[in-house]
């Protein structure tokens, strides 16, 4: 039997409700914030992810699906969406037509790690990416927007957590005073950190290792080291979050496993989803487009994984979305009348209303209980006397009651059903 690939699911009856329902919500708080939507490619060419996320990142060095295509291109599903959207915003001189752009996204994502609840290889991010101000405004409102959108959800168990890597020269200087404090305690670091001691030393603060988080229990942090200007804008960040009423805390060890971040990063967590805790993350990226070869251009964003966004209301017994029911169900006594009750349906359908009917050729008892099971709210009986006096026989499912209607005014029934 072929079976889907691992880590990729298929979603589908009640499943499929709660996604939508979650896009909707997503939809709709974005556009209250005035986003436009933006839809990328799946596939990029790989050198835009090695040149933005970075080539010694997990993602870029372990986890990226790629493949050379017959025209010998090497070719990317893509991990994440900010260097497809940077990569739109350069190709289309997007920064020409308007000063700020505002895109949201909500789309499949692709990475090569070991499944497990809450990571999957085929995920789904909504998320938003603001070109063009350097206003930590910005920043503020791409927490409270993911923020908002968790709570609307009804999630509780969450926390905020905010960082400020600070500017590129400043973060080049505490990589030399975290190297410095790292030298005497480098042969007791696991062999991960001693890899990034040398490329990436920041990402040790994310190592899991019991060694290693000891070790950097003590080290110094960029934060206490960064200047005033990027002090100033932190603490600016801070008070949106504390004046829109957003609960969060500084949390110092938060490098983020992308190397674009400038400034602001930030994680929201949620302790009802085991180990796979960040239900979002995002930063600002005042120097990607400069590095993709587009103008200086700041911008600021966020992703949010969806799996493990409804994992976590799944965990804390939240109802997301529910099925809307079928509003008429048409039972044909007489097998003769099925097309009759095709043509009917067609009509119903045409003017709105969810309607279902028989496709199995069963028994007037047997479409009963189907229209039972689907707790369709009404159901129309065609055939028998009141056929042949051109009625059908309208039943309220709720309250039993039951009415002849004239097939000669289909308006009348509609009325009746959309009561
Ligand atoms: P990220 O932290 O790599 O950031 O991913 C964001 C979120 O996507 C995570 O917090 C997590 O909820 C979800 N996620 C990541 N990997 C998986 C996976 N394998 N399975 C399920 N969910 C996953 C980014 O992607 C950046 N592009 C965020 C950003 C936007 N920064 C600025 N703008």
Known sequence: MIKAIKGAKDLFYD???????????????????????????????????????????????KEMY??????????????????????????????????????????????????????????????????????PSLDAEMIILAYEILKQLGLKKLSVKINSLGSPAEREEYRKVLREYLKPHYDKLSETSKVRFEKNVLRIFDSKDERDIEIMKDAPRLLDSLGEESSAFFEEVKELLSKAGVEFETDTALVRGLDYYTHTTFEIVSESVGAQSALCGGGRYDLLAEQLGGTPTPGVGFAAGMERILLACANEEIEVGKKE??????????????????????FFRR??????????????????????????EHVLILGGEEFLKNEAVLKNMSDGSQKNVSLANLEAVLKEISG
Request: glycine share 4%; net charge positive; no cysteine.
């Open 351 to 376: 003017h709105g209303i969810k309607t279902e009917l028989d496709y199995l050729s069963r028994s007037v008892k047997a479409q009963m209980r189907e229209a039972n099971r689907i707790e369709a």
């Open 325 to 346: 029911k079928v509003k008429l169900y048409i039972v044909r006594i007489e097998k003769e009348l099925k097309n009759k009750a095709f043509e009917l349906a067609l």
């Open 15 to 61: 499943e499929v409700v709660r996604w939508q329902a979650l896009e909707k919500l997503v939809r709709e708080i974005f556009e209250n914030f005035n986003y436009s939507e933006i839809r990328t490619p799946v596939f990029e060419e790989t050198r835009l992810f090695a040149r933005s996320i970075g080539e010694e990142t997990d993602i870029v060095s």
């Open 66 to 135: 790629t493949f050379t295509d017959k025209s010998g291109l090497s070719i990317t599903l893509r991990p994440e969406m900010t260097a497809s959207v940077v990569r739109a915003f350069i190709e289309h001189s997007l920064g020409k037509q308007f000063n700020l752009n505002k895109f949201y996204y909500i789309a499949p994502m692709f990475r090569q790690e070991r499944p497990q609840a809450g990571r999957l290889r085929q995920f789904h991010q909504f998320g938003a990416e603001a070109l063009g101000s350097s206003s």
